[in-house]
């Protein structure tokens, strides 16, 4: 190791990045109790990708509450960046807040989904495009979508949405779409 070497880079430093990115990682594969999702509604989506012309109908959920691996695969690759085709693992809670959303509408409707998981490729060249994504946005790390539902209005989804209190819901409508995201309670 070089003398002027930063002190982060010593291999004690090393091991608790790793540790604590081990930990991080760890915690956002962790599948909420089964307890808490057997109060959910029944645990179906439908949805169709606008980006990729792709329509899924999944049933992600039993009704005890126990998820299914192979389905949430499913999800996370439907919602892949359409850009790069890169996945990433979709934080279930994002899917819960979908469902809930699709399910407070009328739930026969498919959510259209106008952008899902973005690679952070994709992300930064939007950013110098000008677009409004953010810098550390929460679509990179697989915990927001942006939806339209057919023959719903715009402003009634935002209200369903922010209703239900459960993460991020922005309103954009000159891009024709509601923002959802799995991040704290707030809205713009």
Same mark, same amino acid.
């Given at each position: 190791?070089?003398?002027?070497?930063?002190?982060?880079?010593?291999? =004690?430093?090393?091991?608790? *990045?790793?540790?604590?990115?081990i930990a991080l990682g760890i915690a956002r594969l962790a599948l909420p109790s089964e307890t808490w999702a057997s109060?959910?509604?029944?645990?179906?989506?439908?949805?169709?990708?606008?980006?990729?012309?792709?329509?899924?109908?999944? *049933?992600?959920? *039993?009704?005890?509450?126990?998820?299914?691996?192979?389905?949430?695969?499913?999800?996370?690759?439907?919602?892949?960046?359409?850009?790069?085709?890169? *996945?990433?693992?979709?934080?279930?809670?994002? &899917?819960?807040? &979908?469902?809930?959303?699709?399910?407070?509408?009328?739930?026969?409707?498919?959510?259209?989904?106008?952008?899902?998981? =973005?690679?952070?490729?994709?992300?930064?060249?939007?950013?110098?495009?000008?677009?409004? !994504? !953010?810098?550390?946005?929460?679509?990179?790390?697989?915990?927001?979508?942006?939806?339209?539902?057919?023959?719903?209005?715009?402003?009634?989804?935002?209200?369903?949405a922010l209703r239900l209190g459960c993460g991020g819901v922005g309103y954009y409508p000159r891009g024709k779409f509601?923002?959802?995201?799995?991040?704290?309670?707030?809205?713009?």
């Amino acid at each position: 190791m070089a003398p002027d070497a930063p002190s982060f880079w010593t291999r =004690r430093g090393l091991l608790r *990045t790793a540790a604590t990115g081990i930990a991080l990682g760890i915690a956002r594969l962790a599948l909420p109790s089964e307890t808490w999702a057997s109060r959910l509604p029944d645990g179906r989506v439908s949805l169709y990708n606008l980006q990729t012309d792709e329509r899924l109908s999944v *049933t992600y959920r *039993t009704d005890s509450g126990a998820y299914d691996q192979d389905a949430l695969n499913e999800l996370n690759h439907f919602l892949r960046c359409h850009h790069t085709n890169g *996945t990433t693992t979709m934080d279930v809670r994002l &899917i819960e807040f &979908i469902n809930l959303v699709q399910k407070r509408i009328g739930g026969r409707r498919d959510l259209l989904i106008v952008s899902g998981y =973005r690679s952070p490729e994709y992300n930064e060249q939007l950013i110098r495009m000008g677009t409004r !994504a !953010a810098r550390h946005s929460y679509h990179v790390s697989g915990r927001a979508v942006d939806v339209q539902i057919p023959g719903v209005p715009l402003r009634t989804l935002r209200e369903v949405a922010l209703r239900l209190g459960c993460g991020g819901v922005g309103y954009y409508p000159r891009g024709k779409f509601v923002h959802l995201d799995s991040g704290p309670f707030r809205h713009w």
